[in-house]
């Protein structure tokens, strides 16, 4: 079965390594480049299926990569950057990126962007590879994006199901609620924003509605939610 391929232009040899490693670690085949040029060069004459791209890049940056690569292709992009101004999201999105992540940053909400981004975009490897996740009567089916109780299917929104479904994905995963929001809104969070807290109010209702016996989704009181 051929991998998934990811290009990770990022200068500083530290964090190109360990985003490549984690990236492999994870059934993904990366590869790393260290300055604009080398991105520009290989993204040119290699077959990738997405794109982890650094700002601050020797030579021509990494706003200038994006720029020119949305001249000759559709690639999905994941940003990172030192910058976490609004302003300076806002412009990257406008260029093409896909998404934005800020150093410093955690390899598991990494991970959790890549297949986000992967899968919105229709990434072979996603549609190669449907899974069943699985919490007790709770079954989610990646493939047909629905979820059942104990064989009976839930009625939930396209949202309820993201958070649902990242949530059975990482298990042992404290999520906050910037990283949910993020991940399923690809906007950033704002803590007065009550948008998420209905969400997760509905899809908590719907699973206890469906099994009134269990508690899914626990709140970790200060830190967020993860399965119980």
Avoid at 42 to 63: E, Q, T, V, W
Wanted: glycine share 6%; net charge negative.
């Amino acid at each position: 079965m051929e991998q998934t391929r990811i290009l990770v232009v990022e200068d500083d040899r530290e964090i190109n390594s360990m985003l490549c490693e984690m990236l492999d670690e994870n059934g993904y085949a990366a590869e790393g480049a260290f300055t604009g040029m080398e991105g520009l060069s290989r993204l040119r004459s290699g077959d990738y299926d997405l794109l982890i791209l650094d700002l601050m890049l020797p030579y021509k940056s990494g706003d200038a990569v994006l720029q020119e690569l949305r001249s000759f292709s559709s690639l999905p992009v994941i940003v990172i950057s030192a910058k976490d101004t609004v302003q300076n999201k806002l412009d990257l999105f406008h260029m093409g990126a896909d998404d934005y992540l800020t150093k410093p940053f955690d390899l598991d909400e990494v991970l959790v962007r890549v297949e986000a981004v992967l899968g919105r975009c229709g990434s072979s490897e996603a549609q190669r590879a449907p899974e069943i996740l699985k919490a007790g009567k709770l079954a989610v089916d990646t493939e047909s994006k629905t979820a059942s109780v104990d064989g009976q299917e839930l009625v939930l929104t396209a949202k309820e199901y993201g958070i649902l479904e990242l949530l059975m994905r990482y298990p042992h995963k404290v999520f906050s609620k910037a990283n949910l929001f993020e991940s399923i809104w690809n906007e950033e969070y704002a803590c007065e924003d009550n948008t998420l807290n209905v969400h997760m109010s509905n899809l908590r209702n719907k699973l206890k509605a469906a099994d009134p016996e269990t508690e899914y989704i626990k709140t970790v009181w200060g830190m967020g939610y993860r399965m119980n």
